[in-house]
């Protein structure tokens, strides 16, 4: 008779600390025991992890499902399948859907509405102009965080005012939540929007000339200086430059709750790109240069970036392909290539596997109020782990994707290591590149008793 419901054995069991042989069991969705694999007790599933390596679920706080208001985009069916084909266990999806969630009532239903997820999530507030009476509500229905949209975005969200915006941290810090911020100053990059159109510049670099560094950088120092006088825990979405990452650098040496991610595409594509990808690597912020590449890597090895995330943004492609690239849309699918881009980089040495899992599991879970429930391979956490293939080669082809946005500016990437197996508190819903779409996917919630 079995003893566990799973047993994943003959794998090297990886944490943000250590890496070592072992199995790992699994009863009720939770973690039960972790053993030498000659101990490990009889299971319903045994996955033989052999020549495999066994990582906490990564967690992505950083996607946008669409759903409800643009599901021709995505939604929570298909872009949960592109989670947890990309190895992905938990996401965190962002406010800009419509109606958004600026109020309990829109809140409910995206709940509603992610009922059909395959892997866990959490949900952003949102902070937009006028819904200050909405904060505290929100934080009561179980908001995971909040997200403000400082400067332009995809579905028009009106930022609130500055005084605002003090009033909306207050609140957030006395609900003892975190604000992730979209950090551009949005004055600027209108005006130089403007600029370049008036000289008939459409290619793709003058994207990145209407954004460059001081549009993030100036927006990062005003957030931090808010949630400085606040005291609201702050974090920085998709940082992309080294001024701004020098501002986040000065905030953690004051000891200021502030915290920053990144995205694969900042750590591996440049402005030498736009000339050859175009219009499907446009993002806000823009993706920068070779010296800003460099030092986001020097920052997620030396723990000020704290975290990688997607900014998963599926659009039609129709919608990416204007002849003017001031009116193609921002933004692209990343869910099915983060795993793969950023274990090749581990494999070349750029990030130690260990830091690896510290990126993308353990300290999401930590800013975010959920570990270890999350982010960790301990006796008595969810069971979620992402178990990857490091000698397993492929190329990125958007066909096969789960998305329905079925294209990615990494197109015709070669990768090194591959997710194999994604499994959800004990649910296995991908298996060699197959997801089972049965909808197990549960709402997590800020851990009473976390800071």
């Known amino acids: 008779m079995a003893t566990a419901d799973l047993v994943i054995k003959n794998g090297k069991i990886v ?29 319903g599933r045994v996955i033989d992890a052999g020549g495999l390596h066994v990582l906490p679920g990564v967690i992505d706080v950083h996607v946008h499902f ?50 059909k997820s395959i892997v866990d999530y959490g949900l952003y507030g949102l902070l937009t102009e006028g819904n200050l009476g909405d904060v505290t509500p929100l ?36 609900a003892n939540l975190r604000v992730a911020v979209h950090a551009e100053n949005d004055p600027i990059l209108q005006y130089r929007i403007a600029k370049l159109k008036s000289q008939g510049r459409g290619d793709a670099h003058a994207h990145y000339e209407s954004r460059t560094h001081i549009v993030e950088e100036e927006a990062v120092r005003r957030a931090i200086m808010y949630a400085a006088e606040t005291k609201c825990k702050l974090h920085i979405a998709h940082l992309s430059g080294q001024q701004a990452l020098a501002a986040v650098a000065k905030a953690k ?46 920052a997620l090895n030396n723990g000020t970036v704290d975290m990688i995330a997607t900014d998963h943004s599926p659009h039609a492609l129709e919608e990416k392909k204007k002849p003017m690239i001031f009116d193609c849309i921002s933004g692209f699918p990343g869910l ?20 690896y899992v510290k990126v993308t599991s353990a300290n999401p879970a930590r800013v975010w109020r959920l570990y270890p429930q999350k982010g960790a391979i301990a006796i008595g956490s969810d069971a979620d782990f992402t178990i990857v293939d490091l000698k397993a080669r492929s190329k990125v082809n958007p066909e096969k ?51």
């Not at 199995?23 to 000659?38: D, F, P, Q, R």
């Not at 099915?336 to 130690?352: D, S």
């Open 66 to 115: 669409r759903d409800p208001g643009y599901t021709y985009k995505e939604d929570f069916g298909s872009g949960s399948a592109a989670a947890a084909a990309g190895g992905v266990t938990l996401i965190f999806d962002m406010p800009n859907n419509f109606p958004p969630p600026k109020n309990v009532d829109a809140l409910n239903q995206k709940i509603e509405a992610a009922k």
């Open 15 to 43: 944490t943000e600390s250590y890496i070592f042989d072992g199995a790992v069991a699994v009863t009720g969705g939770k973690i039960t025991s972790i053993t030498s694999n000659e101990n490990a007790p009889s299971a």
């Open 253 to 298: 040496r004051n000891y200021q709750p502030v915290t920053a991610e990144t995205g694969p595409h900042y750590l591996l594509l440049d402005d030498e790109q736009y000339a050859k990808i175009g219009s499907l690597m446009k993002m806000n912020p823009s993706i920068k240069l070779a010296s800003d590449k460099a030092a986001l890597w020097t």
């Open 336 to 355: 099915e290539t983060a795993v793969p881009l950023i274990l090749t980089e581990v494999n070349k040495g750029m990030l130690p596997l260990t830091t």
């Open 139 to 174: 934080a009561q229905a179980g908001v995971i965080g909040y997200k403000c949209f400082m400067g332009e975005t995809v579905g028009k969200i009106p930022p609130p005012n500055d005084g605002e915006m003090l009033d909306q941290f207050a609140l957030v810090s006395k």
């Open 401 to 451: 994707f789960y998305s329905k946005a079925k294209w990615s500016p990494f197109d015709g990437f070669e990768v090194q290591g591959l997710p194999i197996y994604t499994v959800v508190r004990g649910n296995v819903v991908m298996d060699h590149g197959n997801v089972d779409k049965a909808p197990v996917g549960k709402m997590v919630t800020p851990l009473p008793g976390t800071v």
